[in-house]
């Protein structure tokens, strides 16, 4: 049976994400792995990290196995070359259609799953080209509405507001956005986790889900009536649930996903726990796309030292999506699986 094919983009030129997806390479991860980056940068980041990796021009053709350390290569060149720890704006143009041909290739059947390495979005708006993220940007290329989640094998957390400051936040929760999302977080466990019945708790933005308005009007007014709603459609769904309680092991065998009302309502446990093993993902897109948890970690750039284990476990991820969707067949050789948790040593990237 053929490999599933990952279009793996390496980010920020300047950035670790060239060096983690040459370590990536060097696992035995049962994947047709394409890197969407220039070839030569490639081979520098392999020298950096001091690995013979093999590296083939991709033509699209299937892979029935693949050895540790080789790599295809759909070949984009850098206006510039990289100096790392230091990003050029000129190089701007060259991630970004990284991204789209990533996109577009999922889109096009080319590709299983898109896996995305860190990228430098100050760099690209300084070349005067307004990002704001991976997110926003493949909803945009494929017209979708998307959600933000987080993953480790433990938990899965997604976002009904993400990088907004907390004044703005009560505003952005509305019974349409609120209801826009759960669909999407509902149909996705179904179609990408395998989920058959979804059980999402949702959490209250007020403190102790707001103690029957005495701490706030928001669940009243907008949490309980969007549940009630899409309850009667037949979703399972608990709360809305005090945030200081939700995560506790008693409540956590009641849910298989948690909805939270802002980025740190619910991240800090989630990368407390597991940070290394935990994995972005946009739901919501006509394809798979997961992603490592940090940054371009500029400090470590070219020293060939950065942790794979967060790009490790987003490939993982995909590929177990893959196969659970049934678009695609097996991750891992037993005992390096998503399912098994596990991530290789080596340095933090934070």
């Given at each position: 049976m053929p490999l599933p094919r990952l279009a793996v983009t390496a980010g920020e030129p300047a950035g670790i994400g060239p060096e983690l997806l040459i370590r990536l390479a060097a696992t035995p991860l049962a994947a047709s792995l394409v890197a969407i980056a220039d070839r030569q940068m490639m081979k520098r980041a392999a020298q950096?990290?001091?690995?013979?990796?093999?590296?083939?021009?991709?033509?699209g053709s299937a892979q029935i196995e693949r050895q540790p350390g080789t790599l295809r290569v759909r070949h984009l060149p850098l206006a510039v070359d990289e100096l790392p720890g230091r990003p050029d704006p000129r190089n701007a143009r060259y991630v970004l259609d990284s991204l789209a041909e990533a996109a577009d290739g999922c889109?096009?059947?080319?590709?299983?799953?898109?896996?995305?390495?860190?990228?430098?979005k100050s760099s690209i708006n300084d070349a005067g080209i307004p990002f704001s993220g991976h997110t926003e940007f493949f909803a945009e290329r494929t017209r979708a509405n998307v959600v933000m989640m987080l993953a480790s094998p433990e938990l899965r957390v997604a976002l009904a507001t993400t990088h907004l400051?907390?004044?703005?936040?009560?505003?952005?929760?509305?019974?349409?956005?609120?209801?826009?999302?759960?669909?999407?977080?509902?149909?996705?466990?179904?179609?990408?986790?395998?989920?058959a019945e979804p059980r999402i708790a949702v959490l209250g933005l007020n403190p102790h889900a707001g103690e029957g308005g005495h701490m706030g009007h928001e669940e009243i007014d907008t949490l309980i009536p969007t549940l009630d709603a899409l309850r009667g459609e037949g979703m399972q769904l608990l709360g809305p649930m005090p945030a200081d309680t939700a995560f506790v092991p008693a409540q956590r065998r009641h849910y298989d996903a948690v909805l939270a009302m802002y980025h740190d309502q619910a991240l800090p446990v989630l990368k407390s726990e597991a940070f290394e093993r935990t994995v972005n993902l946009t739901l919501g897109l006509p394809f798979i796309r997961t992603s490592v948890d940090h940054g371009t970690a500029l400090d470590l750039a070219g020293t060939g030292q950065a942790n794979p284990a967060s790009l490790i476990a987003a490939a993982g991820m995909a590929l177990d999506?893959?196969?659970?969707?049934?678009?695609?067949?097996?991750?891992?050789?037993?005992?390096?699986?998503?399912?098994?948790?596990s991530s290789p040593p080596g340095t933090s990237i934070e």
């Open positions: 950096r990290c001091g690995l013979q990796v093999e590296l083939v021009d991709d033509d889109v096009g059947g080319r590709y299983d799953a898109v896996v995305t390495a860190p990228l430098q400051p907390l004044a703005a936040v009560p505003a952005a929760i509305t019974i349409a956005t609120l209801t826009r999302t759960l669909r999407i977080v509902h149909a996705d466990l179904r179609s990408k986790f395998g989920i999506l893959i196969a659970r969707s049934g678009s695609g067949a097996a991750s891992f050789p037993h005992g390096q699986g998503w399912e098994e948790g």
